[in-house]
């Protein structure tokens, strides 16, 4: 089972950039589908961004796209989610998270998909 680690999370405001990392332990990353979510208080958790270890498999949600970019580091076992111009709605617990690459075509978005998460890490962005 990998062990994920986030941070990065912190209090910004309006227009602020961050980046967020997720460290990963305890397994090869090469078989999964590396992840970023978000959850705001009284919404379900909402799919930001995912990548495969080779890279060739990179999506985003419509919401975050143009602002969020997602890349990995395959010498640290670690994947990043760089935040630009950030609003208020961005305010959340992001959690990074891995999905098993099911085939060459597989794309998971749903939470359910994902098997193993970090402890989140808090986003705020005031106005």
């Known amino acids: 089972q990998v062990q994920l680690v986030e941070s990065g999370g912190g209090l910004v405001q309006a227009g602020d950039s961050l980046r967020l990392s997720c460290a990963a332990s305890g397994g090869t990353l090469s078989s999964y589908i590396m992840g970023w979510f978000r959850q705001a208080p009284g919404t379900e958790r909402e799919f930001l961004a995912a990548i495969s270890w080779s890279g060739s498999r990179l999506y985003y949600a419509d919401s975050v796209k143009g602002r969020f970019t997602i890349s990995r580091d395959g010498a640290k076992n670690t994947w990043y989610l760089q935040m630009n111009n950030l609003k208020p709605e961005d305010t959340a617990i992001y959690y990074c998270?891995?999905?098993?690459?099911?085939?060459?075509?597989?794309?998971?978005?749903?939470?359910?998909?994902?098997?193993?998460w970090g402890q989140g890490t808090q986003v705020t962005v005031s106005s």
């Open positions: 998270a891995t999905a098993p690459s099911l085939s060459a075509y597989y794309k998971p978005t749903m939470a359910g998909q994902f098997r193993s």
